[in-house]
């Protein structure tokens, strides 16, 4: 029964806070990736890890950090520094790295509310 | 910059009829595009894809279009079902510009039993 699973699907921090999203595969896809979508707006990338112990700013990465220790697991935090954190954070990965015909398979989604 | 664009934010048909959803581009460089479905507070669910070289692709009550002179493709939902309610992305990428895909802003696709 394989996947992707991010976890808390609801969650609240106050503001000045850093919070962590997890995000893990078990599809042995070699790339992964974190995605922000806000209403009436379509996903913005904001980073991407083709490989462990590798990993790419996308469009919007400030404000953002992540590490790829092992091929399954590419957690995200929300630093305090991002300004608009309250998004519904979406993690996504691929089978093929290298992004040709690259179709990329969603987890269910964090919804991340700062109070 | 939005180089991938759904102009049509919503859209309502009658079940059994035909949905059609639009996406224009403007890169010439992107060679595959994808179409997603998003329920509420779900993640997106790959639908159908298309690479450049062809211009349909079919996959059961869905196909896609693609016309690259005019850098527009459409989805084609037939026949639609009270089911297919959701909000419909259309992404697109290029294949030197590593994982990077481009999604559109979205259309909310109502199909009324």
């Known amino acids: 029964d394989g996947g992707i699973t991010q976890s808390p699907k609801y969650l609240f921090r106050k503001e000045g806070q850093n919070v962590t999203l997890s995000c893990e595969q078990n599809l042995n896809h070699d790339a992964m990736y974190w995605y922000r979508q806000d209403p009436g707006q379509g996903l913005r990338l904001i980073y991407y890890s083709q490989i462990v112990n590798d990993f790419q700013k996308g469009d919007i990465a400030e404000g953002y950090s992540v590490s790829r220790e092992k091929k399954e697991s590419f957690p995200l935090t929300v630093t305090s520094a991002q300004k608009n954190p309250t998004a519904f954070y979406l993690c996504?990965?691929?089978?093929?790295?290298?992004?040709?015909?690259?179709?990329?398979?969603f987890g269910p989604g964090t919804r991340l509310t700062v109070l | 910059d939005q180089q991938v664009k759904q102009n049509s934010p919503s859209l309502s048909v009658q079940e059994g009829r035909i949905s059609i959803l639009n996406c224009d581009y403007t890169n010439s460089m992107f060679d595959y595009f994808l179409w997603y479905k998003k329920y509420p507070a779900e993640g997106p669910t790959f639908l159908i894809s298309i690479s450049s070289i062809k211009d349909k692709n079919e996959d059961g009550r869905f196909t896609v279009f693609l016309n690259k002179s005019a850098k527009h493709l459409s989805l084609h939902i037939v026949p639609s079902q009270p089911g297919d309610s959701a909000v419909y992305f259309c992404?697109?990428?290029?294949?030197?510009?590593?994982?990077?895909?481009?999604f559109g802003q979205g259309t909310t696709l109502q199909v009324k039993p």
């Open positions: 996504a990965s691929s089978i093929d790295r290298y992004g040709k015909t690259d179709t990329q398979y």
């Open positions: 992404a697109a990428i290029r294949s030197s510009n590593t994982g990077k895909l481009i």
